[in-house]
């Protein structure tokens, strides 16, 4: 049970039921009182169930409280002992990554290493449409006939049974995160913390969080080989900005390592030390320090363009230049792309709805459209999925086949049931984990496969999915400062399994409502009962219910979202970035 609804809302603009967060307050007070925290502040630890002893590492994530042994994870010395063979002997060594940020971000990790000792690898990232997910045979080949005796995979690889071992004269390490099956490929290591005979504990890592672990191991396998009595070890600390940015795009929990990993990571980050992201941050305009927002919403999309719409391999090859001439012409690129994914996007976004309004509702959303570009299905799948709460999964038909990605909700583990879809016969391919899958489907399947992944979610969950707005508190117009913003951040950094505070704002009146930026995005001040006023502005809505209740003139509404620090020409201000609202001339009144 949720509890009685916020404010009584029991179906807000979004169609969600809003509830408080669940808080210990005598545990409450006691953080706040043992560690001298604001109660607020204190608050928020204990909703995200934070313990008394937990604070301080919770505050102030390290890597050398929390990075474990990479020996933890299976096959790791056998990964780590083959890769440094390999660089001894000088051997040619492949890099095979996946097209999303995650897979560019791993790329360039190793990438990165290798090149520090005086190695250049060869780099594949295989096309969307013309390769699909993961090793090919073709590849594979292509890899093996310029020099290359060992190829590791980067987020892929753990299900490529036939490729991997149809791969003559090449050995293969395997470094990835998907969910597994009883059976691995039968290849040199497979390095997955999410192997099914994996001890549990790193399973929530993203590849790249995988992949900086592989590096520790193969870095400690060259030392102990006696590989840097005359040349100086790489700078492992110095690549935790792409961790950090794979991390926060793969929508992982930050949680525990990963904590660590994107705080450590994010500091490097501000430094602009990596020559392709100080080059992105440049033509995305961002001229603040770069947070987790800037990481996962302006910087990773870009980077995401490539695979989607462009070439897939320019996001790797942007993150691992050191030239800068290089990377400021990928990153034009790459920013042209997400101009023209946005057009696709919007394209195929509009025909989804259409689908999903015209059909009943079910546990899952499945649609799918002939044409439908496979770079933005997934991005799609992600809108669907917060527009109507519940796991979506959308298919782009070509020639019969359709190519898929899904999003998935808390509590619900899509990429199961892709892969029991597949175990049944119903998929020409498929995987993933738990919040998010791809797969390819024959056109005449899908009503099936309908069916099946219906009864499987349904089989998951123990009542109706309704969208819930979780909230850490409310808050008066006049309580939302600079001052209290700031003091949030402390808690930071945001993302899956650590969300950012949200608060409602009850009973407040807008004003100066308009629809700004080419996405729909809706501006507006608020006022408080007592004239307090705040800025705010809600993205992407101009066209949905959340936006056109803020667009009514003179509307009273109860409001809720985080709050953000706006630094804009020397000035520092507060803005509520406003997540959902509920009119009060609803039932909600």
Same mark, same amino acid.
């Given at each position: 049970?949720?509890?009685?609804?916020? $404010?009584?809302?029991?179906?807000?603009?979004?169609?969600?039921?809003?509830?408080?967060?669940?808080?210990?307050?005598?545990?409450?007070?006691?953080?706040?009182?043992?560690?001298?925290?604001?109660?607020?502040?204190?608050?928020?630890?204990?909703?995200?169930?934070?313990?008394?002893?937990?604070?301080?590492? $919770?505050?102030?994530?390290?890597?050398?409280?929390? %990075?474990?042994?990479?020996?933890?994870?299976?096959?790791?010395?056998?990964?780590?002992?083959?890769?440094?063979?390999?660089?001894?002997?000088?051997?040619?060594?492949?890099?095979?990554?996946?097209?999303?940020?995650?897979?560019?971000?791993?790329?360039?990790?190793?990438?990165? #290493?290798?090149?520090?000792?005086?190695?250049?690898?060869?780099?594949?990232?295989?096309?969307?449409?013309?390769?699909? #997910?993961?090793?090919?045979?073709?590849?594979?080949?292509?890899?093996?006939?310029?020099?290359?005796?060992?190829?590791?995979?980067?987020?892929?690889?753990?299900?490529?049974?036939?490729?991997?071992?149809?791969?003559?004269?090449?050995?293969?390490?395997?470094?990835?995160?998907?969910?597994?099956?009883?059976?691995?490929?039968?290849?040199?290591?497979?390095?997955?913390?999410?192997?099914?005979?994996?001890?549990?504990?790193?399973?929530?890592? =993203? =590849?790249?969080?995988?992949? $900086?672990?592989?590096?520790?191991?193969?870095?400690?396998?060259?030392?102990?080989?006696?590989?840097?009595?005359?040349?100086?070890?790489?700078?492992?600390?110095?690549?935790?900005?792409?961790?950090?940015?794979?991390?926060?795009?793969?929508?992982?929990?930050?949680?525990?390592?990963?904590?660590?990993?994107?705080?450590?990571?994010?500091?490097?980050?501000?430094?602009?030390?990596?020559?392709?992201?100080?080059?992105?941050?440049?033509?995305?305009?961002?001229?603040?320090?770069?947070?987790?927002?800037?990481?996962? #919403?302006?910087?990773?999309?870009?980077?995401? =363009?490539?695979?989607?719409?462009?070439?897939?391999? %320019?996001?790797?090859?942007?993150?691992?230049?050191?030239?800068?001439?290089?990377?400021?012409?990928?990153?034009?690129?790459?920013?042209?792309?997400?101009?023209?994914?946005?057009?696709?996007?919007?394209?195929?976004?509009?025909?989804?709805?259409?689908?999903?309004?015209?059909?009943?509702?079910?546990?899952?959303?499945?649609?799918?459209?002939?044409?439908?570009?496979?770079?933005?299905?997934?991005?799609?799948?992600?809108?669907?999925?917060?527009?109507?709460?519940?796991?979506?999964?959308?298919?782009?038909?070509?020639?019969?086949?359709?190519?898929?990605?899904?999003?998935?909700?808390?509590?619900?583990?899509?990429?199961?049931?892709?892969?029991?879809?597949?175990?049944?016969?119903?998929?020409?391919?498929?995987?993933?984990?738990?919040?998010? *899958?791809?797969?390819?489907?024959?056109?005449?399947?899908?009503?099936?496969?309908?069916? #099946?992944?219906?009864?499987?979610?349904?089989?998951?969950?123990?009542?109706?999915?309704?969208?819930?707005?979780?909230?850490?508190?409310?808050?008066?117009?006049? *309580?939302?400062?600079?001052?209290?913003?700031?003091?949030?951040?402390?808690?930071?950094?945001?993302?899956?399994?650590?969300?950012?505070?949200? $608060?409602?704002?009850?009973?407040?009146?807008?004003?100066?409502?308009?629809?700004?930026?080419?996405?729909?995005?809706?501006?507006?001040?608020?006022?408080?009962?007592?004239?307090?006023?705040?800025?705010?502005?809600?993205?992407?809505?101009?066209?949905?219910?959340?936006?056109?209740?803020?667009?009514?003139?003179?509307?009273?509404?109860?409001?809720?979202?985080?709050?953000?620090?706006?630094?804009?020409?020397?000035?520092?201000?507060?803005?509520?970035?406003?997540?959902?609202?509920?009119?009060?001339?609803?039932?909600?009144?």
């Amino acid at each position: 049970m949720t509890g009685p609804a916020l $404010f009584g809302v029991e179906r807000s603009a979004k169609g969600a039921r809003w509830i408080g967060r669940a808080a210990d307050d005598r545990l409450a007070l006691a953080l706040s009182q043992r560690h001298a925290l604001p109660e607020i502040v204190a608050r928020v630890l204990a909703a995200r169930g934070v313990g008394l002893d937990d604070a301080p590492a $919770f505050l102030n994530p390290t890597l050398r409280a929390l %990075l474990p042994d990479p020996s933890v994870l299976r096959d790791m010395d056998r990964a780590a002992d083959r890769i440094a063979r390999a660089v001894t002997a000088g051997e040619g060594i492949a890099v095979f990554g996946d097209y999303d940020v995650d897979g560019a971000t791993s790329t360039a990790l190793m990438v990165r #290493y290798l090149r520090a000792l005086g190695i250049e690898p060869q780099i594949h990232i295989p096309d969307r449409i013309a390769e699909g #997910y993961g090793p090919n045979a073709q590849a594979l080949e292509k890899l093996r006939a310029g020099g290359a005796g060992l190829v590791v995979t980067v987020d892929c690889g753990t299900t490529a049974f036939d490729a991997l071992e149809g791969a003559a004269g090449l050995d293969v390490v395997v470094i990835d995160h998907h969910t597994a099956e009883p059976r691995l490929p039968k290849v040199a290591a497979v390095v997955n913390p999410n192997r099914l005979d994996q001890d549990p504990g790193l399973g929530q890592l =993203a =590849a790249c969080g995988v992949t $900086f672990l592989a590096l520790v191991a193969l870095n400690r396998a060259l030392r102990q080989a006696g590989a840097f009595a005359s040349r100086k070890e790489p700078d492992l600390l110095a690549l935790l900005d792409l961790v950090a940015l794979g991390t926060i795009c793969d929508v992982v929990p930050l949680t525990g390592l990963n904590r660590a990993l994107v705080g450590q990571g994010l500091k490097v980050m501000a430094q602009r030390r990596n020559t392709g992201l100080a080059a992105l941050a440049d033509v995305a305009r961002v001229t603040e320090t770069v947070d987790a927002y800037h990481a996962g #919403y302006i910087l990773g999309p870009r980077i995401n =363009a490539g695979g989607r719409i462009g070439r897939a391999d %320019l996001g790797a090859r942007l993150l691992a230049t050191e030239d800068k001439g290089e990377a400021a012409r990928i990153a034009a690129l790459l920013d042209e792309h997400n101009v023209d994914r946005k057009t696709v996007e919007a394209e195929v976004m509009a025909a989804a709805i259409a689908q999903v309004e015209a059909a009943e509702a079910g546990p899952v959303i499945l649609v799918a459209g002939e044409g439908w570009h496979p770079g933005v299905v997934g991005i799609v799948a992600g809108r669907l999925r917060e527009r109507y709460g519940r796991p979506s999964c959308v298919v782009g038909f070509e020639g019969g086949i359709g190519k898929a990605s899904g999003r998935s909700v808390p509590g619900v583990d899509l990429g199961a049931a892709v892969i029991a879809a597949r175990q049944a016969g119903l998929l020409l391919s498929g995987g993933g984990h738990r919040m998010a *899958a791809g797969f390819t489907v024959r056109q005449e399947r899908l009503a099936e496969l309908r069916t #099946y992944l219906a009864e499987h979610i349904d089989g998951q969950v123990d009542e109706p999915m309704v969208p819930l707005v979780e909230l850490d508190g409310t808050l008066v117009v006049e *309580a939302a400062t600079v001052e209290l913003a700031e003091t949030l951040s402390c808690l930071g950094p945001f993302g899956a399994g650590n969300p950012e505070p949200r $608060f409602a704002l009850p009973r407040v009146r807008v004003v100066a409502a308009s629809v700004v930026g080419s996405g729909g995005h809706v501006a507006c001040t608020l006022v408080g009962p007592d004239g307090g006023r705040l800025r705010a502005i809600a993205f992407r809505c101009a066209d949905q219910p959340v936006g056109q209740a803020l667009l009514r003139r003179d509307a009273l509404l109860h409001v809720a979202g985080t709050l953000r620090i706006d630094r804009w020409n020397g000035n520092t201000r507060v803005q509520l970035f406003i997540e959902d609202v509920a009119p009060l001339w609803a039932e909600n009144a």
